[in-house]
């Protein structure tokens, strides 16, 4: 018994956090698949975690289209080609980046090798209450220059190298030229592009946009819930993605 409760403990100092970075523990989706969290930030770990605990919120319908997206990403993995995710906003200023960092932390997170990007119909700048609200989930975001369009370095984990994130149309570089799947995160980008040049797939999964809270008392809530929906929503679909 004395040496039963030694091993448990040995166990859970061995699954203790790593500075700067996350436990190995094991979390599950629906499926039982695994989820590592050890490439990451604690703090972004710690979020996945409560993010993965709230999949059942997630509607029948809403799974329906997210698991879409779960399927493409399995038979491109199957037709042994490269996975690139391109999400689609009108401005390329909230949602588009919040996805494209959400989709590539979630990735992380259950082990599956695939590129994300983001842009839009027109370009913009990453608003900075998005960034905020991404630094508050966790990810260290760095800003590199100044003016209009700033251009940031977010980093999701020690030794992952940092995403470099400014406001850019869908089909400017470094964003490829075909073979990717379009995410279309807003309705007005879904309905301004029925067609998306170079696309191999084209799937619609709009999210509200927090611009509406922009200078009221909501505003931090609203931007870290449509974060956190975000997140759940990446999370679910590399969740169900078939091995």
Not at 61 to 89: H, M
Not at 138 to 165: D, K, S, W
Not at 176 to 185: C, E, I, L, N, R
Request: aromatic share 8%; glycine share 6%; net charge negative.
């Amino acid at each position: 018994m004395m040496a039963d409760r030694l091993l448990t403990m040995l166990v859970a100092i061995a699954l203790a956090v790593a500075p700067g970075g996350a436990s190995s523990v094991s979390l599950n989706g629906e499926e039982g698949r695994p989820m590592q969290t050890e490439g990451l930030y604690t703090p972004i770990a710690r979020y996945l975690e409560d993010r993965v605990a709230e999949f059942e919120t997630i509607s029948t319908d809403r799974r329906a289209t997210l698991e879409e997206l779960s399927r493409y990403i399995g038979e491109q993995r199957s037709a042994d080609q490269e996975v690139r995710l391109i999400f689609v906003c009108t401005h390329n200023s909230r949602r588009s980046h919040m996805a494209q960092l959400w989709a590539a932390a979630a990735a992380e997170a259950y082990g599956l090798p695939l590129a994300t990007y983001s842009g839009g119909t027109e370009d913009t700048a990453f608003n900075p209450r998005a960034v905020a609200a991404m630094r508050r989930a966790g990810f260290e975001i760095q800003q590199t220059t100044n003016g209009r369009n700033v251009v940031y370095h977010a980093r999701m984990g020690p030794g992952l190298l940092p995403m470099t994130c400014f406001s850019k149309a869908y089909h400017s570089p470094p964003n490829p030229k075909d073979g990717f799947g379009a995410v279309m995160v807003c309705s007005d980008a879904d309905e301004a592009c029925p067609y998306v040049k170079g696309a191999t797939g084209r799937f619609a999964i709009p999210f509200v946009d927090p611009k509406a809270s922009d200078d009221t008392p909501d505003e931090s809530n609203t931007y870290d819930d449509r974060c956190a929906q975000i997140a759940r929503e990446m999370l679910y679909v590399m969740s169900r993605v078939k091995r």
